[in-house]
């Protein structure tokens, strides 16, 4: 063996490449980018089915749908903000850390050895590329298939205002990144929640949950100012990035609620996971 082959470093343990293949390979991933897949085809069937005289004078995101791709982008991300947005990154984020100890290998991956901090952090930062992956792809998908259907106009708002390319792709953007993060909040609680269970379902029903009650306790308007303070409760707020001028006043709340929440969240889980007893 040659003098620069021993002088080599050792690669480090649990490599991002290796954790982001096990990712991919995953039957939720598949399942998940799966149901993206065929959402906006399943709403184009939808909207053909439909009588389409549900007119009643004020337009809403779903009666403009049918006007342009961008249209049926903006319906789709609406349609799924309150559910299908929060149950991906609860699945990605929860699932990551209580499934290797349900394969009983979590104890052997940190007897590699891999410090815990590390192994904690390359699930982290795999579940979060996950997310932002999926976040984009739904949208540019509906776009190709709304632009195929209805045409590739400009997107038109409900009051009769009109926003065009390349204008619009920038509105989108923005539309994304925020709720990307304004959902850290549901992949920072289910995170914690499986690092302190070894059951999946456990960590992801409980986020999904957390975001539920939220929304009912959102519905008392008894509470006041107090419903500003709950994660989900300015889960629409994007959809100020639509207007003629861009308000970011809503949306910078919502984030600052969500990324506060999420910090706190993620530091519990490190501290926690630091000092637990692995036994699976």
Not at 141 to 162: C, D, E, R
Not at 228 to 233: I, K, R, T
């Amino acid at each position: 063996m040659s003098v620069s082959t021993l002088a080599q470093p050792a690669r480090p343990p649990l490599p991002l490449r290796a954790e982001i293949g096990r990712q991919l390979r995953r039957r939720r991933t598949i399942g998940i980018f799966t149901v993206l897949t065929v959402l906006p085809l399943v709403l184009l069937l939808a909207f053909w089915l439909g009588d389409g005289d549900g007119d009643s004078g004020e337009r809403g995101f779903v009666d403009l749908a049918q006007e342009s791709g961008a249209n049926l982008v903006i319906f789709t991300l609406f349609a799924s903000t309150s559910f299908l947005l929060v149950v991906i990154v609860a699945l990605f984020a929860g699932d990551t850390v209580p499934s290797e100890a349900s394969w009983a290998s979590l104890r052997y991956l940190l007897a590699a050895p891999v410090r815990r901090e590390r192994l904690l952090r390359q699930k982290l930062v795999v579940a979060t590329l996950s997310s932002v992956v999926a976040f984009f792809f739904l949208p540019a998908w509906t776009l190709v298939v709304g632009g195929v259907a209805y045409g590739w106009g400009p997107y038109v708002g409900p009051t009769g205002s009109q926003i065009g390319w390349p204008e619009f792709a920038g509105r989108l953007l923005i539309i994304v990144g925020y709720l990307l993060l304004v959902t850290s909040v549901v992949g920072a609680f289910a995170f914690m929640l499986g690092v302190l269970t070894d059951a999946p379902l456990a960590a992801v029903g409980g986020a999904v949950l957390l975001m539920i009650l939220c929304a009912i306790l959102d519905s008392i308007t008894a509470l006041g100012s107090i419903r500003d303070g709950l994660p989900g409760h300015y889960a629409y707020a994007w959809r100020d990035a639509l207007a003629p001028t861009v308000d970011y006043s809503d949306m910078i709340t919502g984030a600052l609620w969500s990324i506060g929440y999420a910090i706190i969240a993620i530091w519990f889980a490190f501290w926690y996971f630091l000092r637990k007893d692995i036994t699976s």
